[in-house]
């Protein structure tokens, strides 16, 4: 057999709200910190690693300002994840509205974050400029974020992006000279590896892509999303475990917190249940291992 398979998740839109909750679909519901500090001890226990976004002015707060003890008490557990086995992306400023770091409020334009990484007039300096900013307010929150995870999905993303993360990498504003990046969804093919997309030296950033659909009822917390079949069934067939079947280097998969939280989630059984069939049927052909740690692995080959 091959060498075994690391595998990985990134988990989506952390914050102390969520949307999509039965009967509450259009409002924003509060999501206590005993929810992610539940969720991060069951990595802990069963011996999991993966990636969490950390979006430090999430549904219109600024958690390093906390509006009430809610947005307090989630920030307050939000800098405990380097107590878990868990990688904090930032997956920037709000995943909303551009922010102003000059006035620490949203900026007064219309433009949002998900469009901005898409457009290629962004200068390099732009881009590195609100990366920094962003990971500054992380280190106020106590958080050190060891990449990024992109609000959507870019494709034709701006290169600058790319050039920018490399810049901070080089300028050790990450803790690791190999910077991982979520940007992309790829189910259907069966093998993965990191991409470098940007080098100089030791230095790297790495296109880590989720090689299954997020079917953990996912940001629409649906049960029509929701599915541990979809990642391996009873029998050890389906979308993840074709990946671990195919050896490949890596696996990753990805979870949204409106659909797994195990709050107001609904897909925080389906999520335990896909972990005891992982385990039970491929525990032996995998290892658990945070994106920042494969990419790292990964670039240490590269460099040689």
């Known amino acids: 057999m091959a060498d075994k398979t690391l595998v990985s998740f990134f988990l989506d839109d952390v ?14 519901v509060p999501v206590d910190a ?33 509006k009430n003890d809610h947005e307090r008490k989630f920030a307050e557990a939000l800098a405990t994840i380097k107590d878990y086995p868990i990688d904090p992306h930032m997956e920037i400023m709000t995943h909303g509205t551009l922010f102003d770091f000059s006035k620490m409020a949203p900026a007064d334009d219309d433009r949002n974050e998900m469009d901005w990484l898409d457009d290629h007039s962004v ?6 400029d609100y990366f920094l900013g962003t990971i500054k307010v992380g280190r106020e929150l106590g958080v050190c974020y060891t990449g990024m995870t992109t609000p959507g999905t870019h494709p034709q ?10 810049d901070l990498a080089e300028a050790g504003e990450f803790p690791s000279e190999a910077v991982p990046a979520f940007v992309t969804i790829e189910e259907g093919p069966n093998t993965f590896e990191p991409r470098a997309k940007v080098t100089r030296d030791q230095f790297a950033v790495y296109d880590m892509p989720s090689g299954v659909w997020d079917h953990i009822a996912s940001w629409r917390n649906s049960p029509d999303w929701n599915s541990s079949d979809h990642y391996l069934d009873a029998d050890g067939n389906g979308h993840l475990a074709a990946i671990i079947k195919a050896e490949s280097p890596v696996a990753i998969f990805h979870m949204h917190w409106q659909g797994l939280n195990p709050q107001t989630g609904l897909g ?37």
């Open 15 to 28: 914050g102390p709200y969520a949307t999509g909750v039965p009967g509450r679909e259009k409002e924003l």
């Open 34 to 66: 005993a929810a992610l500090t539940e969720f991060m001890e069951f990595l802990k226990d069963r011996g999991l690693a993966g990636a969490v976004s950390v979006i430090p002015g999430w549904a219109d707060s600024l958690l390093t300002r906390p």
């Open 123 to 128: 200068s390099l300096d732009e881009c590195r």
């Open 157 to 166: 993303m701006n290169p600058n992006v790319w050039e920018s993360l490399l």
């Open 268 to 304: 925080w059984k389906t999520f335990v249940e896909m972990i005891d069939r992982l385990m039970s049927i491929y525990g032996d052909r995998i290892i658990w291992a945070k994106p920042s740690e494969i990419a790292a692995n990964f670039n240490r080959k590269r460099v040689g």
